[in-house]
Each structure stands twice: as C-alpha cells, then as structure tokens.
C-alpha cells in the first residue's frame, strides 16, 4: 500500500523567512512524488515532481523540493517566503509496483506567510 | 492551455435526489479523477477511469457511480443524496504512467 504524511497541519512564516513543509512516504517499490498547492475555493495546482534523476527538484513559484530516499521524505521548501505563498498544500504519492493511476493525497498542510 | 472544467462551481440538492456532476477534459487524457476533499481527510478517491466505458472504484465508491461515454467526459452521479455527501468534489485528469494531474475548480456540493 502505499501512503503519505504530512505531519503539520499548520505552517506559520513570517515574509522573507525560508519555509519548509514536511512530507514522508510509505511504498513497496519506487515512488512517484507531487507537490501541489490549493488557493481557497479553487481546484489543485500542480508545482513540482520526483520521478527519477537529481534529488532536488525545481517547480513553479520559486519552490524546491528533496527526495530523500533513506528518510522517505519529499519536504517542500522556498527560500524566501511571500505573503501571497499562503495556501493548502497537498503532497501526494503514486508507487510504481502498482499497476494503478490514482494518487494517494496527503492530508494537506495550511501555510500562513504573515508579512 | 490545459483545461479541466466542472459543470458547476456551487450545488445545493435535497436528501434522495440524484445528482450529477460532470467533468470536461480538453487534454485528450487517458485518465480521469473524481476525489472529494474535506478538512481534515484531504482528498480521497472516489472513482478513477483509465479508458472509455473502463471505470474503477478508488477508496470511497460506496453512494457513487461514474459514467465515462467519451474519452473527453467524466460523470460522477450521486444516486440518491445523503447529507454526509455534502463535500467539495475535484475532478482531474492525467496522461497514464505517473504524470501529474490536472485539476478543475471543484464543485461544492451541499446536500440539505
């Protein structure tokens, strides 16, 4: 089976500071990693993904996240925060021993970047 | 552009009603999502459709069905509509083989 966490429901910033927001993952074989962001009362936004190659991965916005392999963990980072950053963020999994298309969804983490 | 669209944004409907939501993907996408969000439980799949007429129940089938007639639409039919379906419902669509998903604005369903 496979399953993310996001261990924070809330993140608090303030402008200009780095961010991070935390996720870790449970798969049997190799994962496919997302980050994606939702601004309120809109749909998902796709930023960035790990399928393979370099751990550190570049997306939209300015945001970044590592792939971790030893730590199962995909956290999201910016390094410097703006006010209007603030959003539900989702991090999601597919494993690839798993012949299915769907995403597991963290639970979301909300990120308030205050000025 | 990429472009996921939902028939409506806002519904309200009456317990026992039947309900359709429809999804429009102009990607020419293989697949296609229907999740729905709540706080606290982030987005949990209710059907996914991989092909026309192919259909497979995600982790909360139970009080949906899904319609997929062409390759372009996803209907996603509440049978007969029970208050704890009041939900924000997300449709999405992907090419196969760990693409990411596009997303349409979601339709906030309340079900008095």
């Known amino acids: 089976a496979q399953s993310v966490a996001q261990p924070e429901d809330q993140v608090n910033v303030a402008e200009g500071n780095p961010l991070t927001v935390k996720c870790t993952y449970s798969?049997?074989?190799?994962?496919?990693l997302f980050w994606y962001v939702q601004y309120p009362n809109r749909g998902l936004q796709f930023l960035l993904k790990?399928?393979?190659?370099?751990?550190l991965v570049k997306g939209s916005y300015g945001f970044e996240a590592e792939f971790n392999k030893s730590q199962t963990s995909f956290h999201l980072k910016k390094p410097s925060a703006l006010v209007s950053d603030s959003a539900l963020y989702f991090c999601a999994v597919r494993d690839l021993s798993n012949s299915g298309y769907a995403l597991n969804f963290g639970k979301g983490t909300s990120l308030l970047v205050t000025p | 552009d990429v472009k996921v669209t939902q028939s409506s944004r806002y519904l309200v409907k009456r317990t026992g009603e039947k309900v359709f939501l429809e999804c429009v993907q102009d990607m020419d996408h293989e697949n296609m999502f229907w999740y729905r969000q709540d706080p606290g439980l982030g987005l949990r799949l209710i059907y996914f459709?991989?092909?026309?007429?192919?259909?497979e129940k995600g982790d909360i089938p139970e009080g949906y069905s899904v319609s997929r007639e062409k390759k372009e639409r996803f209907s996603l039919i509440l049978e007969s509509a029970s208050t704890n379906q009041t939900s924000m419902y997300l449709c999405?669509?992907?090419?196969?083989?760990?693409?990411?998903?596009?997303f349409g604005p979601g339709t906030r369903l309340t079900v008095l």
């Open positions: 790990y399928i393979t190659g370099d751990n």
């Open positions: 999405a669509s992907s090419y196969p083989r760990g693409h990411e998903q596009f």
């Open positions: 459709s991989y092909d026309v007429k192919m259909k």
């Open positions: 798969v049997s074989g190799n994962p496919y």
